[in-house]
């Protein structure tokens, strides 16, 4: 068994890597700054990914580590969330011949998923909770992005499918029973869940892929949701 190294930085390079994967989520509150909501969910999945496979290879798992991952996970996704969720209330409301109530409906689906992830989060840091259950929140994150951007390819309101995605994932998040197709979650290795990212990254540069890559990531979902068991 390797011991842990014993350079300071190296110790604390996952959880370095972990903040940095938050930090960006700043450019959301400048002006304008919706436009970048995609490649920083991109780049907060990578980094997400990273700070787990770093600390395996390197041997420096720790409970802060643990703790401090999940606290960067639950605040950048509570972000993208209520910026998408805000957004939309926005957007709807500000047409004239649109459908102000369906904005607020949004709204409010992202407010209860936010509630969920809070949930998820605050119950897995009691070391006796159960884990393996449920839908992780960033999963839930990349339907999102996958819901924004297929809407961008193909010219239509993604704002009922936000409403559904925020609804579904408010109740998978919580449920006691494992979802055993998750993509992400059957990747392993770090070649595997490297190859996740670059299905992302190839979805969004490349809009030919998109609907294949997220109808992927879809139907996984509901099949596990489906066939979920303890």
């Known amino acids: 068994m390797h011991e842990p190294p014993k350079n300071l930085f190296v110790r604390n390079l996952a959880n370095i890597v972990s903040i940095l994967g938050a930090l960006p989520i700043c450019l959301l509150f400048g002006k304008d700054g919706y436009q970048y909501l995609l490649p920083l969910i991109i780049y907060n999945n990578v980094m997400d990914d990273l700070d787990g496979i770093l600390a395996a290879k390197l041997n420096i798992q ?8 999940n606290i960067c996970d639950l605040v950048a996704h509570s972000v993208f969330v209520m910026i998408v969720g805000m957004y939309y209330f926005q957007e709807m409301g500000a047409q004239e011949a649109g459908h102000p109530s369906l904005g607020g409906i949004c ?3 992202s407010l209860l998923a936010t509630s969920a ?7 897995r840091i009691n070391p006796a909770s159960e884990t393996g259950t449920g839908s992780p929140t960033n999963e839930l994150i990349r339907h999102v992005f996958f819901v924004l ?3 961008s390819i193909f010219a239509f309101d993604p704002t009922p499918y936000l409403i559904v995605t925020f609804l579904l994932h408010s109740v998978s998040m919580l449920v006691q029973f494992k979802m055993p197709y998750l993509i992400r979650s059957l990747t392993k290795s770090a070649t595997s ?3 996740i990212n670059v299905a992302l990254l190839v979805a969004w540069l490349l809009p030919s892929a998109a609907p294949v890559v997220a109808a992927s990531f879809f139907l996984s979902y509901l099949a596990s949701f489906a066939a979920g068991k303890k």
């Open 62 to 69: 720790s409970n802060l580590g643990a703790l401090l991952d």
């Open 107 to 109: 709204l409010a689906a």
């Open 117 to 123: 992830m809070i949930l998820r989060v605050v119950t």
């Open 149 to 151: 951007l297929v809407a």
């Open 193 to 195: 869940i490297g190859l």
